[in-house]
């Protein structure tokens, strides 16, 4: 079982929800199934008793009893002892695409041959050779920047080559400049602690072989990182998934109440620009979550890919400065190059032994000379950095402006820095929206990959990764594609899912 929610956190998620014509149990039962489909009430998950709803929101205990009967025969709410049944999403129903349990109807259904051979681009609509990848949320290389740190690797290379090559723990030089880096922040770091890994997902596997055992849960935000959850799941663990709140901020409360009542063996969290909001957690939300981590006997694993880009040069202290128990997983591929394929895990020296240890039955170590060329950019971050979030900043303020005009009903929530913004659709079709938008010269990641269960398809994440020009074709595209959904409603039933593809 995943948790329960308490009846004031229901009622705060539901807000203002008794305002229309129809009966109250039937808005109260609509609005509890938006926020499953959205995410922001996770699957599996005890809902209030009806007594207790009732109490919270000022109506009688019949009302709560017909919404939670509506909910179970629509699908969303299991068939529990007494009242008290869990959050599902129907297997099989008349759900839009998406809402079904892997990404919608589409998902299970199979387009024919007139479904597909509707999809065109729209006349008028210029589409580049080859797709926009709109799935990737990466930079290209900090060209010259990244080309001296391996002219000048070559020239240290030869100093290493009479030893075997072979370092479980990462090339010396490489370790002190990242311990050298946490101590610059206020986290005093030694090398001893710093395990090198070849990125931040290989980070991620060599901590979940360690910490976590087949069928352990790992509390995750939701949404989250996609590889993460694929990553949680390859290992046999089960994600827990915690909602966040719409449009800021974490819902420490649930967190606390996840943590307590479950005490999973792991936590996986994205404090700093998270992916795929672009939040960023306050100090005191990062305090209260390190202590009910610790009181749960929960291992925190704090991914801190996206730390340096900080976009409007807001403040927050490093999750392991509150305490030495936080694991923390960081990485040169997002702030310089995902081709360096460079990353690290920031951990208790006794850790770092375990980490070591798992790590030898997957690969001995990784390439020399990136670690060498790695150590020079982790020593002059400042270098490439302030260019790089300028151009950032105007990419981000560009792709606002462009939905704004051009796909006014979305609500593009504005990130504090990353990569992407994350949208939330006026209907669930974001899968749908995946599988039509690559005939319009645009590929992308479905708001569902996101979460778990099928749940997001309201929601899309749209990086700022390529420049105005191009991030305005992308636009124009979505829009397009949109309206050729809004056209054909009945091809929004029959699509298929779309194919499986690598998100970064």
């Excluded at 649930?254 to 795929?276: C, G, I, K, S, W």
């Excluded at 029959?494 to 499986?500: E, S, Y």
Aim: proline residues 8%; charged residues 15%; aromatic residues 4%.
């Amino acid at each position: 079982m995943s948790g329960f929610l308490n009846p004031s956190s229901l009622a705060r998620l539901l807000g203002a929800w008794n305002v229309g014509a129809a009966p109250a149990y039937r808005e109260l039962a609509d609005v509890v199934r938006l926020l499953v489909l959205d995410g922001r009430v996770a699957l599996d998950v005890a809902l209030p008793s009806e007594r207790s709803l009732a109490t919270t929101l000022g109506v009688s205990r019949t009302t709560v009893t017909a919404a939670y009967s509506l909910l179970r025969e629509q699908g969303f709410l299991s068939s529990g002892q007494g009242s008290r049944g869990r959050t599902c999403i129907p297997r099989h129903g008349t759900l839009t695409a998406g809402a079904g349990p892997n990404g919608g109807e589409g998902a299970t259904g199979h387009g024919g041959p007139d479904a597909a051979s509707t999809l065109s681009g729209p006349p008028g609509l210029a589409v580049p050779d080859g797709l926009l990848d709109l799935a990737y949320a990466s930079l290209p290389a900090s060209g010259e920047v990244v080309h001296r740190a391996f002219a000048t690797a070559l020239t240290e290379l030869p100093a290493l080559l009479p030893g075997f090559g072979y370092d479980a723990l990462g090339v010396g030089a490489l370790r002190a400049a990242i311990a050298a880096r946490y101590s610059s922040e206020g986290v005093p770091t030694t090398a001893d602690q710093i395990l090198v890994t070849s990125g931040a997902q290989h980070a991620l596997n060599i901590v979940l072989r360690t910490l976590a055992g087949r069928a352990d849960k790992v509390l995750v935000e939701h949404p989250t990182y996609p590889n993460a959850l694929d990553a949680i799941r390859a290992a046999g663990c089960r994600p827990v998934p915690v909602a966040m709140p719409a449009g800021a901020g974490w819902d420490l409360d649930a967190l606390e109440a996840t943590l307590l009542q479950l005490r999973p063996a792991m936590a996986y969290v994205v404090p700093d620009f998270h992916n795929p909001t672009g939040r960023l957690m306050p100090d005191p939300q990062r305090r209260r979550l390190v202590r009910a981590a610790a009181a749960s006997g929960t291992v925190l694993v704090v991914d801190e890919t996206l730390r340096e880009l900080n976009l409007d040069a807001m403040s927050a202290v490093r999750m392991t400065a509150f305490s030495p128990a936080v694991v923390s997983i960081g990485s040169l591929s997002k702030s310089h190059w995902a081709g360096l394929r460079t990353g690290w895990i920031r951990a208790s020296e006794p850790l770092i032994q375990r980490f070591a240890a798992a790590r030898t039955t997957m690969d001995l170590g990784g390439p020399v000379v990136e670690q060498l060329a790695a150590a020079h950019l982790v020593t002059a971050l400042s270098e490439p950095l302030p260019a790089r979030l300028e151009a950032l900043r105007g990419n981000r303020d560009a792709l606002l402006g462009l939905m704004a005009e051009h796909l006014p009903t979305w609500q593009a929530e504005r990130p504090d820095g990353g990569l992407s913004v994350w949208c939330q659709l006026p209907v669930p079709i974001s899968t749908a929206l995946a599988v039509v938008a690559p005939d319009f010269g645009v590929r992308l990641a479905a708001g569902p990959r996101f979460g778990v269960g099928g749940a997001f398809d309201r929601y899309l994440r749209v990086p700022f990764t390529l420049p105005p020009e191009q991030l305005e074709t992308a636009v124009l595209a979505l829009r397009a594609a949109q309206d050729r959904l809004e056209r054909s409603p009945q091809l929004r039933r029959n699509l298929p899912a779309p194919p499986a593809a690598a998100i970064a």
